[in-house]
């Protein structure tokens, strides 16, 4: 069976002027971004089965992220291309403090139509992952997302994964709206990924033991702390386990979070909705370890699209 990922394709223009801004860059790297679209592409790199639902435009750009999801071998059949809206696109530059120069440049994405997600037959697959993002915006897109969601949820043998990829710089004044619209998917799903600054800001919480205790207390589903190289938190069935992280050189982290969930759903891919609900704890303990050393092998290359060409299910003896 196959996996479906739902969410924004998008172009990262990265300025690749060392502490400068935008307005002072001069030179840009142009990258095929989105975390859904990471997750597809990891996906497909493992071996797996996996269609990509997104709008691009009908432009150079869009052509680039079909392209590129093609070449991994991602179907694109639900890559939508509007003929009324550029591709999305997100300027990005590291300033020397740290803090990032950003300009959300939205188009194409906001445009996926409830008419276009009603055509699919989610039957086909076994696996919906919503990786939110854009996704929570205001917007067809918004619409769309959400009657996915609820297909998913009619047809009870899809297993429903969710990834919120809160960006603040998205969201800065539109927090609540966030936290509210994710609790939605958090309550439904079957498993979710956060990293510990997700799951803080998701339980209004001020301490990780805080926001874990919420965790498990509201919600069913099996879901995975990212902890960077203190490893990955597990909770299922009311309890918590570490799963160590793989010690590596970082190259660039980009990507990673969307390798690990490309990893646990791909090994998920092989099983039916109850065969997964069967899985012990020694098992999702081996998921989130191999997925952890997919994460590990992203960061050794230089962004998540270069990296992902480096992923295969090799790497999981």
């Known amino acids: 069976m196959k996996i479906l990922c739902i969410g924004e394709a998008l172009i990262d223009m990265i300025c690749t002027d060392k502490g400068k801004s935008l307005s002072e860059g001069q030179h840009f790297l142009k990258k095929t971004g989105g975390a859904p679209t990471n997750v597809a592409a990891a996906v497909a ?22 392209s590129t999801m093609q070449e991994f071998g991602v179907a694109t059949d639900f890559i939508f291309q509007d003929n009324s809206a550029f591709t999305t696109f997100a300027f990005v530059s590291l300033m020397e403090n740290g803090e990032r120069d950003f300009v959300f440049n939205r188009g194409a994405d906001a445009n996926l139509a409830k008419e276009e997600i009603d055509a699919i037959d989610i039957t086909q697959y076994n696996i919906a992952h919503f990786g939110s993002a854009t996704c929570f915006l205001e917007g067809n897109l918004q619409i769309s997302y959400k009657a996915l969601l609820a297909n998913a949820l009619n047809q009870r043998n899809v297993f429903i994964s969710f990834d919120p990829n809160y960006r603040h710089l998205l969201f800065k004044d539109k927090k609540d709206s966030f936290i509210s619209q994710s609790w939605h998917f958090l309550e439904n799903c079957h498993f979710f990924k956060v990293s510990d600054e997700e799951a803080m800001l998701l339980t209004q919480t001020q301490t990780l033991t805080e926001a874990t205790h919420l965790l498990l207390n509201k919600t069913n589903a099996v879901f995975a702390i990212t902890l960077g190289k203190e490893g990955t938190m597990l909770g299922l069935d009311n309890q918590l386990y570490t799963i160590p992280s793989i010690s590596i ?69």
């Not at 790199?45 to 079909?66: C, E, N, T, Y």
């Not at 069967?278 to 998921?287: E, H, M, R, V, Y």
């Open 45 to 66: 790199a493992l071996g797996g089965k996996v269609d990509l639902v997104a709008k691009v435009g009908l432009d150079p750009f869009g052509r680039q992220l079909i």
């Open 249 to 317: 050189n970082p190259v660039d982290t980009t990507g990673a979070g969307d390798a690990f969930v490309g990893a646990v759903l791909f090994q998920l891919s092989k099983l039916s909705l109850s065969q997964i609900q069967s899985l012990s704890i020694i098992d999702w303990q081996k998921i989130i370890l191999n997925a952890n050393k997919a994460g590990a092998r992203t960061c050794e290359y230089l962004g998540a699209m270069e990296a992902f060409k480096h992923l295969s299910s090799d790497i999981f003896n």
